[in-house]
């Protein structure tokens, strides 16, 4: 299956909150799971990304969570701030260069 | 370097059309992907090449859609002839390729496509 679930689809937290999104692919073949985060009018960019071999890897506010055996991945955005209001993306990379991703998940912090 | 360079920024244009959408890569990344994104199936990966050349074109939705590189530094995704269902933002997005440290893809800020 060449599919990455996410969710929720979108999201509302204030400011100062915890921000989690929750990702599952099934494909055992993936490698790399990156994040993007999208602005509107704006093209995606890598946030942050994991291998499997690592359980969680930290930068900044920004924690990204694996579960090899549970085969799911989330992102934690610690102290959530207005500029983090964007759209973000999980996705995985297995067997060659294509990415596949989630279908993103709409975040809103309020002030 | 300034990024990928996506033109034109929008476009519009009525059922029936050809349309041709462009993008400039970042030199020296070895691989060229376009997308299209919609609020129905998200970020869809169309096409991508390695070194000029189609690696995987699994993706285009139907023969309406072609892609070509014809160089390291350009690239063109043509629809002909164009429907409303094509309506969406394209992007394009290159990397360098090789170990998972440098398997960073880097997005245009996309084209925003309408036809009527």
């Known amino acids: 299956q060449q599919q990455v679930k996410q969710s929720p689809q979108s999201l509302i937290v204030q400011k100062g909150g915890i921000s989690i999104i929750n990702c599952a692919y099934e494909n055992t073949a993936f490698d790399y799971f990156p994040w993007y985060q999208q602005f509107p009018g704006k093209g995606p960019a890598l946030l942050i990304a994991?291998?499997?071999?690592?359980s969680e890897k930290k930068e900044g506010r920004f924690t990204i969570s694996f579960n090899k055996s549970a085969k799911q991945f989330s992102l934690h955005i610690m102290d959530s701030q207005p500029g983090d209001s964007a759209t973000y993306f999980c996705a995985a990379r297995g067997g060659s260069e294509k990415l596949v991703f989630g279908k993103g998940t709409k975040l809103t912090v309020n002030p | 370097d300034a990024g990928v360079i996506q033109s034109p920024r929008h476009e519009v244009t009525e059922m029936g059309q050809e349309v041709t959408l462009r993008c400039k890569p970042i030199?020296?990344?070895?691989?060229l992907f376009w997308y299209r994104q919609t609020m129905m199936r998200g970020l869809e990966l169309l096409i991508y090449?390695?070194?000029?050349?189609?690696?995987?074109d699994s993706g285009m939705p139907e023969d309406r859609f072609s892609a070509k590189m014809p160089n390291a530094s350009f690239s063109t995704l043509k629809i002909q002839p164009s429907e409303p269902r094509d309506s969406a933002v394209y992007f394009c997005?290159?990397?360098?390729?090789?170990?998972?440290?440098?398997?960073?893809?880097?997005f245009g800020a996309g084209t925003r496509l309408s036809v009527l």
């Open positions: 090449f390695n070194n000029n050349v189609p690696i995987d």
């Open positions: 030199s020296g990344h070895d691989y």
């Open positions: 994991i291998r499997p071999d690592v």
């Open positions: 997005a290159s990397s360098p390729g090789g170990s998972l440290a440098k398997n960073i893809q880097y």
